[in-house]
């Protein structure tokens, strides 16, 4: 990629319904770069965490207010927002902190305990989500623990040596980004249940879907995750790029994520609205669909949405506040007919 950093300034409105105050913030986008239908772009891995600088511009957020409540009096659901915000206590959680375990350290809770367990937390949370909806399968695919700071620039060379989404050492994502692409979602449907079953689902015209499911480990004081609207915002506006997960269920091959642009709109720039929600805690469950194999894409903002842009972000301020600590876990939903 190239080495050039632009910096442009728009107003883009972050809105929430309960809560009046309001700040300025800056999100990162993906610079304007040529686009390639059919080959993506191939980017390093430290892009997306912060150790990498180039290709970016930095677009000011205004009016931002924080989100209380799970917001679905706005329509910010799965269906319609592709996030939804969702109150949970997590029993896997509370045991743990009762228990006096470290969640970070991975000898004490290993990846199966969080599959096995917390997973089936989420799962229930799901269904219950959806229930117009009846799932036949849920997958976990991954999940990552993030507890280490935003990477400064003396920092930059150590973090771009590190596995960036080993648990216990990923940094926030402050990118905004879309985790899952189209042919990703099948090359991962592929290889848990095979590529003859996903083709026979495909056909059928089976519904899946894959959601990130974050959530604090402390209530956040800084870094906290902003999410996108998905009906103001234009599948035009992503770019196709390789990056290689280490951690995900697909290995030894470049994995597609999707880096937004933000293209303005003549003058009046770009139109995304942003929601996050101020003090969040461990008992405040965001979901984001990161792929629907029904969602609209183009110009089609109707429901369902095909996947939600998120990033995290820095308030002004809060830079010397404790290190934001959260989970995600990433899983893939298939649906009866």
Known sequence: MTSTTQTKTSSIHLNGAREPDSLNVDLTYLQDLPKNKHQPLDFEVEYLFGTKDADTRKLNVSNVRSLNGNGKDDGLDLENA???????????????????????????????????????????????????????????????????????????????????????????????????????????????????????????????????????LETVQRDPLGVCDARTFNAKEVVRMNRTFPDLVVQDQPQEVLLVQAAASGETGCKHQWYWMKDQTVDDLLIIKLHDSEGKAEEDFSAPVRSAPHSSFVIPGTEDKPTRKSVEMRAVVIFEE
């Open 82 to 216: 592709g996030f939804q915000y969702i109150g949970h206590h997590s029993d896997f959680l509370a045991n743990l902190r009762n228990c006096g375990k470290d969640v970070t350290d991975n000898d004490l809770v290993t990846k199966e305990m969080w599959v096995e367990t917390y997973g089936k937390e989420l799962e229930s949370v799901l269904r219950n989500a959806t229930p117009d909806k009846k799932v036949q399968h849920f997958q976990v695919l991954n999940h990552v623990i993030r507890n280490a700071p935003r990477a400064t620039d003396e920092e930059k060379q150590s973090a771009a040596n590190s596995d960036p989404n080993a648990a216990g050492t990923a940094p926030p994502a402050p990118r905004v980004h879309i985790d899952i692409a189209n042919r990703t979602s099948r090359s991962k449907i592929s290889s848990m249940f095979g590529e003859e079953q996903e083709a026979e689902w495909r056909q059928e015209g089976r519904r899946t879907m894959f959601f990130s499911f974050w959530r604090p």
